[in-house]
């Protein structure tokens, strides 16, 4: 099967007082095209740096983090900064909103790092609003929004440049359980319309079962969940 994005013999430690913490020793992971694969394990296990490695905002120790086949420069940091620009969305635990910019302009960052806003570009920030049932809250900054709505804003950014990939870490982990079930349908919505691969890193075994394959981060590796095919 091919892989869109892969990860080879991962290593990744921190140092620590007298040595060395190892985090990752070994981890490999695939993820295929149009796939959805949630990753599942303990608090500080080390789910958040697999996605961050995988997402190319941190660097591993050791081992390849292959896009398309490519082995990725993290060396490169002008290289990394443009594939994930334009190959990778991140939606993170905290919404991390402008607060002097509105819905809509925080929607349109993304494009605008990559140059010119169009008509389309605005286009289609309104469609997603619209998806993520904000219509009404285009030009509400961020204060004005509740947890709930800022996090629907975050979401719908993730998919504004168009990514193959969407990674996220614990998107509602934020909010309650009801509101979490409500964006996690949206995002699943947003997945499937915008044929978008996604990771998702959560500790919700209801939002886990949506994805394709479940993963769990064991003793620093990645192994397959019970009922789910690796």
């Known amino acids: 099967m091919h892989s869109l994005l892969a990860a080879r013999n991962l290593d990744k430690g921190?140092?620590?007082?007298?040595?060395?913490?190892?985090?990752?020793?070994?981890?490999?992971?695939?993820?295929?095209?149009?796939?959805?694969?949630?990753?599942?394990?303990?608090?500080?296990?080390?789910?958040?740096?697999?996605?961050?490695?995988?997402?190319?905002?941190?660097?591993?120790?050791?081992?390849?983090?292959?896009?398309?086949?490519?082995?990725?420069?993290?060396?490169?940091?002008?290289?990394?900064?443009?594939?994930?620009?334009?190959?990778?969305?991140?939606?993170?635990?905290?919404?991390?909103?402008?607060?002097?910019?509105?819905?809509?302009?925080?929607?349109?960052?993304?494009?605008?790092?990559?140059g010119k806003v169009t008509d389309a570009d605005r286009q289609r920030a309104l469609d997603f609003l619209t998806t993520m049932e904000l219509a009404d809250r285009r030009d509400h900054l961020p204060g004005e929004l509740s947890g709930g709505e800022q996090q629907r804003v975050a979401i719908a950014r993730a998919f504004m440049n168009r990514p193959r990939i969407v990674l996220a870490d614990e998107p509602f982990g934020n909010l309650d359980h009801e509101i979490g079930r409500r964006l996690g349908d949206m995002l699943f919505q947003l997945r499937a319309t915008e044929r978008t691969s996604l990771v998702i890193v959560t500790h919700d075994p209801q939002l886990a079962a949506r994805a394709d394959r479940t993963l769990v981060l064991q003793d620093k590796r990645l192994l397959p969940a019970e009922g789910s095919l690796r």
């Open 14 to 114: 921190f140092p620590r007082a007298g040595g060395e913490v190892a985090v990752l020793q070994g981890c490999d992971f695939r993820l295929a095209e149009g796939e959805a694969v949630a990753v599942m394990g303990a608090s500080g296990a080390g789910k958040s740096t697999l996605l961050n490695i995988l997402g190319g905002l941190d660097t591993p120790t050791a081992g390849q983090v292959l896009s398309n086949g490519a082995e990725l420069a993290f060396d490169d940091h002008k290289a990394m900064a443009e594939w994930r620009s334009r190959g990778v969305g991140f939606i993170f635990q905290f919404h991390f909103l402008l607060p002097d910019f509105t819905a809509l302009e925080n929607l349109l960052l993304p494009v605008r790092t990559r």
